[in-house]
């Protein structure tokens, strides 16, 4: 069992205990990207071009023997229409809103990504190999006693991070904030923000004292899901936990 210390809001160490079980799960980076995959497949939004895009002209075909094609032509000209070979016409397989783009993955894939996943928040290497900064005195992932969740005020928050040793990885998130490269600049997502810590807690509260902090997400250990703990598929983040979502974690997932 691998041992690790429980840190007080004062950055200090207050104990030591042993980590749930779940934490020595092998890793495995294939399965971890998988699921990821599925989760975001899931989320995609059906779309689709209209049925009638490009068959709203008043056409006819001339028929043969005139020594040119005979194709569609607008009743208004000689300009091709509606056959999908011409330009301006209908196009010949257009995506359609009832495709169904979700996929499956089995229930035992699911759980093993998640628990390789939740290991992999206890190796410094891949903690590391992801960007993340934080001392190297601590231990990961690093556990607070519970007093943490009552903390009401986000100048608060900081302090405790920056005596446990992990606030430095909340700057570089916050420096790290960039305007996007393409088209996406127009569409509602101009900036793009690096993932920081992820704090997991029972307690609803803390969220009013951590969501203005950069790239840091905020989640009960009920809801933790793979784009949590490997933002996109890559296993090793930066985590807190409080003790008692520990403890809840060990015995449930």
């Given at each position: ?29 294939d ?12 989320r995609?939004?059906a ?11 008043a056409t ?32 010949a ?48 992932p ?36 960039h ?22 807690s ?15 997400d ?10 949590h703990?490997?933002p ?17 974690i060990?015995?449930?997932?």
């Open positions: 069992m691998t041992k690790v210390n429980v840190y007080g809001v004062d950055g200090s160490v207050k104990e030591k205990i042993d980590l749930p079980i779940l934490f020595n799960t092998p890793y495995r980076p399965i971890i990207r998988k699921s990821f995959s599925v989760l975001r497949s899931n995609r939004q779309y689709g071009s209209d049925p009638f895009a490009g068959t709203k002209h006819e075909s001339i028929g043969k023997g005139r020594g040119m094609s005979r194709v569609p032509r607008l009743t208004q000209g000689q300009k091709a229409a509606l056959a999908p070979c011409v330009v301006g016409g209908r196009r397989h257009p995506p359609k809103v009832e495709r169904d783009w979700s996929e499956k993955i089995n229930n035992k894939e699911r759980k093993l990504s998640m628990h390789s996943a939740l290991a992999a928040t206890a190796d410094k290497e891949k903690v590391t190999n992801r960007g993340h900064k934080f001392s190297e005195k601590i231990t990961l690093v556990i607070v006693e519970d007093n943490f969740e009552k903390i009401k005020k986000t100048k608060e928050i900081i302090e405790i991070l920056d005596k446990i040793g992990v606030y430095d990885d909340v700057v570089r998130a916050k420096n790290g904030k305007i996007r490269a393409g088209k996406g600049k127009s569409r509602g997502r101009k900036y793009r923000t690096p993932k920081s810590l992820l704090i997991v029972i307690n609803d509260d803390i969220k009013k004292s951590s969501n203005n902090l950069t790239g840091v905020i989640v009960k250990p009920k809801e933790i899901n793979i784009e703990l490997a996109g598929g890559d296993a090793g983040r930066l985590t807190l936990f409080t003790k008692s979502a520990l403890a809840q060990g015995g449930g997932k």
